[in-house]
């Protein structure tokens, strides 16, 4: 192995992600509508809405509370649903007709506001179903699913999250999620679906933070909690959108 390169399995990935990335690069007409949907919501005093469920939660918890990122963010967390809660009670359960109806009541989800869903298979109950509600209320839906892997394998609910939402962000990942054959193994290793999600998430601030700055506005952004000022300044931020988001309260 060279000393200038990582194990031929590591560079694999590299390279899978990489291609995912110019996948992304591609999709920048859609990123742009999306990300001036949501400038438009928060102009007008709503919030965006974020929901993942399995290792998909980690894109609700990432764009949620955090340093660099808009502070009017609900996070749909339902710790059910969440990998903590265990496999044999969040797979049934993600796949159970019924869920997201359960979830969108939980939550004030209004019109005209825009609802974040990543799921890289985009085939279980609880996303769709959330992602029809939403659309049926009047939310701008996103989803964020690998059309490969979501095309490559039958629906659980009736359509998939590609057919309901009103926009898709295609992460490009294989069917199966992960990228990395080894000799011997009869499946690939590591998937690609929870580091891309949280780059879109990234990707969707930074244009969205533009897009303010580029109307002479300040975006309502956190300060890292960890730096003089920091407190203070969140509270103030938090103090107009807590009565909206629920894990704020």
């Given at each position: 192995?060279?000393?200038?390169?990582?194990?031929?399995?590591?560079?694999?990935?590299?390279?899978?992600?990489?291609?995912?990335?110019?996948?992304?690069?591609?999709?920048?007409?859609?990123?742009?509508?999306?990300?001036?949907?949501i400038f438009e919501s928060l102009c007008a005093d709503g919030v965006v809405h974020v929901f993942g469920s399995g290792h998909s939660?980690?894109?609700?918890?990432?764009?949620?509370?955090?340093?660099?990122?808009?502070?009017?963010?609900?996070?749909?967390?339902?710790?059910?649903?969440?990998?903590?809660?265990?496999?044999?009670?969040?797979?049934?359960?993600?796949?159970?007709?019924?869920?997201?109806?359960?979830?969108?009541?939980?939550?004030?989800?209004?019109?005209?506001?825009?609802?974040?869903?990543?799921?890289?298979?985009?085939?279980?109950?609880?996303?769709?179903?959330?992602?029809?509600?939403?659309?049926?209320?009047?939310?701008?839906?996103?989803?964020?699913?690998?059309?490969?892997?979501?095309?490559?394998?039958?629906?659980?609910?009736?359509?998939?999250?590609?057919?309901?939402?009103?926009?898709?962000?295609?992460?490009?990942?294989?069917?199966?999620?992960?990228?990395?054959?080894?000799?011997?193994?009869?499946?690939?290793?590591?998937?690609?679906?929870?580091?891309?999600?949280?780059?879109?998430?990234?990707?969707?601030?930074?244009?969205?933070?533009?897009?303010?700055?580029?109307?002479?506005?300040?975006?309502?952004?956190?300060?890292?909690?960890?730096?003089?000022?920091?407190?203070?300044?969140?509270?103030?931020?938090?103090?107009?959108?807590?009565?909206?988001?629920?894990?704020?309260?």
């Amino acid at each position: 192995m060279s000393l200038s390169s990582l194990s031929p399995g590591q560079e694999v990935y590299l390279k899978e992600f990489g291609r995912c990335i110019e996948l992304l690069r591609s999709q920048k007409n859609t990123f742009e509508i999306i990300c001036k949907k949501i400038f438009e919501s928060l102009c007008a005093d709503g919030v965006v809405h974020v929901f993942g469920s399995g290792h998909s939660h980690s894109f609700a918890e990432e764009m949620f509370h955090r340093a660099g990122g808009l502070v009017p963010v609900n996070a749909l967390l339902e710790e059910y649903l969440m990998p903590h809660a265990g496999p044999s009670q969040v797979g049934p359960l993600e796949r159970l007709s019924g869920i997201g109806a359960i979830i969108f009541s939980k939550y004030d989800l209004r019109k005209g506001e825009v609802l974040l869903l990543a799921s890289n298979s985009g085939i279980n109950a609880a996303t769709v179903e959330l992602a029809e509600k939403a659309k049926q209320t009047g939310l701008i839906t996103v989803g964020i699913t690998s059309l490969t892997h979501s095309k490559g394998v039958p629906a659980r609910s009736g359509k998939k999250l590609y057919e309901v939402v009103d926009h898709c962000i295609d992460t490009g990942t294989p069917v199966g999620d992960a990228c990395v054959p080894l000799k011997g193994l009869p499946v690939n290793v590591a998937p690609l679906s929870g580091a891309l999600t949280l780059l879109i998430g990234e990707l969707i601030t930074v244009r969205v933070a533009e897009i303010f700055s580029e109307n002479n506005l300040q975006a309502p952004i956190y300060q890292s909690a960890n730096t003089p000022g920091g407190d203070e300044r969140n509270k103030v931020l938090e103090a107009k959108y807590r009565a909206r988001i629920r894990h704020l309260r």
